[in-house]
């Protein structure tokens, strides 16, 4: 069996990659990594209509080519609510939806979330689509996070790729865990960590969050996105949401302590691709060690002799 490849290619973006099919959730790209991106998706799913997420820039690069079949997306990216909320900056909601502005409404399809959340009411209906049989993936649609309003629910997306045993879950901005995700229970393989847990700092603790949230669904494994970090190798510009951390290696110590032995957290690191061994799921860490120098450069200072 072939391995597959995934990259968090910063903020909310993920990317799988199989023999069968390639598909990305909330691409949002920058500079060298979106002049230089290639188109060789079949699907793209996107989450919610904030420009972290659903970026015309990137979707107009991303939504062509031979293998582009679709992008689904939430109701408020073709449907946005007005007035529209511009707080964060580069935000420019009038300027950026609804997405159809930029891309052939043809490759375009709204989909609704099957599983609802309390927040905004489990008692809501919706039209569907909310599954989708797409050749080797199967799509099942969740309600994210965010809402503007509870009649535009976000989606989350659970990708199972059939022949591979494998599969994703991409949460979107899903902060407040909810009851139905007990029915993913078991049909997770890999959760894509997003902001659920996270606590402000000088905040109430909110670590119980995302307990909750592992609780629920029990995935087999946990990859961390949706921070981004100081290195000058962070794909996401500094400035832009979302949220910096200090340290990553204590972010992701955190969420392992949080979750314990049941989900074992994968730290992956943004703009780095993984290839993951089938059928055992194993990630291979491939690493280089680069010589920056021969000889330490302290040796030329004679002066103390
Ligand atoms: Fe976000």
């Keep these: 069996m072939n391995p597959i490849y995934l990259k968090w290619t910063g903020c909310g973006g993920f990317e799988v990659r199989t023999d069968a099919i390639n598909f990305a959730f909330d691409p949002y790209l920058f500079g060298e990594n979106l002049t230089s991106a290639s188109p060789d998706f079949d699907y793209i799913f996107i989450s919610h209509e904030h420009f972290d997420h659903c970026h015309p820039g990137t979707l107009r690069r991303l939504c062509r080519g031979d293998r582009f079949k679709k992008i689904f997306v939430s109701p408020g990216c ?32 709204v989909v609704f979330p099957r599983h609802l959340s309390h927040v905004g009411g489990e008692s809501r209906s919706f039209p ?22 509870p009649d535009l629910p976000n989606c989350g997306y659970l990708v199972t790729v059939r022949d591979l045993d494998i599969s994703f879950l991409h949460t979107g901005d899903l902060t407040e865990p909810y009851r139905s995700l007990e029915k993913l229970r078991g049909k997770v393989t890999c959760l894509i960590h997003m902001k659920m847990g996270l606590t402000e700092w000088g905040g109430d603790d909110r670590t119980d969050k995302l307990l909750q949230c592992i609780d629920a669904i029990e995935p087999e494994f946990l990859i961390p996105i949706h921070y981004r970090t100081d290195r000058a190798s962070d794909p996401i510009p500094h400035g832009t949401w979302p949220p910096d951390v200090t340290d990553a290696g204590a972010f992701i110590e955190w969420i392992r302590e949080a979750v314990g032995h049941r989900t074992r957290v994968l730290p992956f690191t943004a703009g780095v691709e993984y290839e993951v061994e089938l059928p055992s799921k194993r990630v291979l860490w491939k690493w280089n060690w680069h010589n920056t120098w021969t000889e330490p450069s302290w040796r030329d200072d004679r002066s103390n002799e």
């Design 78 to 109: 073709c449907d946005p609510d007005r007035p529209v909320d511009e707080k964060y900056r580069d935000a420019a909601f009038d300027r950026d939806l609804p997405i159809t502005k930029y891309l052939d409404p043809e490759l375009v399809q």
């Design 128 to 149: 569907g689509p909310f599954e989708l049989d797409l050749g080797p993936i199967h799509v099942d649609i969740i309600e994210s996070g965010e809402n503007q309003r």
